[in-house]
């Protein structure tokens, strides 16, 4: 019977015409039967013709023999309509919410019937494919600012250690008249200095708060026009400190959708970085897919070192370079950020050639004219 459903193909009914479809079956099966039991009863008739009483129990018996046909048929055309529709998608929905109560979306959902239980099993498995990136992604986020938060506290104790030695030194020696005013003025310096690193620290913590709350809006812009404003920002960072820059477009489509704003703060942000460690020229790589925006940034300088490679994305990690930049040690950071709110990343390596090379990824929507 199974063999017969799926030659049918079944499978691509929808509920309603399998019900249809199995009723039908199910109807001409029991009208057969009923006709044998009309055979079977007259036959039975002719043979006690003689008796007497045969007719009073003939067609009692007949009635009740079609009835329990009739009840047979439709608990048969049930169960096979639950066993070949429904036990399967339900099963599978059943287990697949058991996992997803339990936290586990390490799963998947598959059901291969073009009815509307296999489309419903399709639309669950799209949710716990959101369900698992979104916590993923929460998961992402909660340990990153773990991570952070952990650097904030490490990077406070110097500070704080600092201030809280030059308040005691002063509340010993002031009281007692043992302190020069030159020294005096030395210590209250060098806590006007450590003051002003706490401020620049919270700071930095709010300014990374603002960036994960910030929306992102895209919007249709020309290639060469992104392109162009992208230059231009190079051509003023670049050239503030004597390095020269050239740039290679790979480009699918004549229109991008993309967050500009967004895109430039990343730009800026690692094109100052590679400027900064350029020997004398950067080279800036345009992409642009199916899918994807990419922008790729090289140095020819001497590369990150193995612990700049682990580190560099981190808050507050400058490594060996002892110029402070204007975001405080969260320059990488802040683009990988703002890149991730774009659907896409940040990614930092050494270039074949020589030289660091950091590419921003944004997930873009393209306009093909």
Known sequence: MAQIVNGLRLKRMSLLQSFI????????????????????????????????????????????LVLLTVAAGIVLMASLFYRWKLRTPLDILM??????????????ISYDNEDELGELC??????????????????????ERKQLNAIFAHDLRTPLSVLKGNFEFLNTYVPQRKISEEKLLDVLQTMSVHVDRLEKYMEAMSSIQKLE??????QEIESDRLFALLNESARQIVGQRGKTFKTTVTADAASIAVDVHLALQVFENITANASRFASGHVR????????????TVTDDGTGFSEAALQKAMLPFYRGEVSEASEHHGLGLYICKVLCEKHGGD????????GG???AARFSAGLINR
Request: hydrophobic share 40%; with cysteine.
């Open 213 to 218: 709350d910030m929306p992102v809006r895209t």
């Open 356 to 358: 660091g090379q950091v």
């Open 122 to 143: 399709r639309v669950f498995e799209i949710m716990r494919g959101q369900l698992e990136t979104n916590y993923k992604t929460l998961w992402r986020s909660v340990e």
């Open 95 to 108: 287990k697949a919410s058991e996992k997803i109560s339990s936290n586990d979306l390490g799963f998947r």
């Open 346 to 353: 940040l990614q930092i390596r050494n270039a074949p050639g």
């Open 284 to 295: 800036i790589d345009y992409g642009v897919d199916e899918e994807d925006l990419t922008i």
């Open 21 to 64: 479809f199995l009723c039908c079956l199910t109807l001409v099966g029991i009208l057969g039967i009923i006709v044998l039991e009309f055979q079977a009863a007259e036959s039975l008739r002719q043979r006690y013709a003689g008796h007497a009483g045969v007719n009073g129990w003939i067609l009692p018996s007949l009635i009740a």
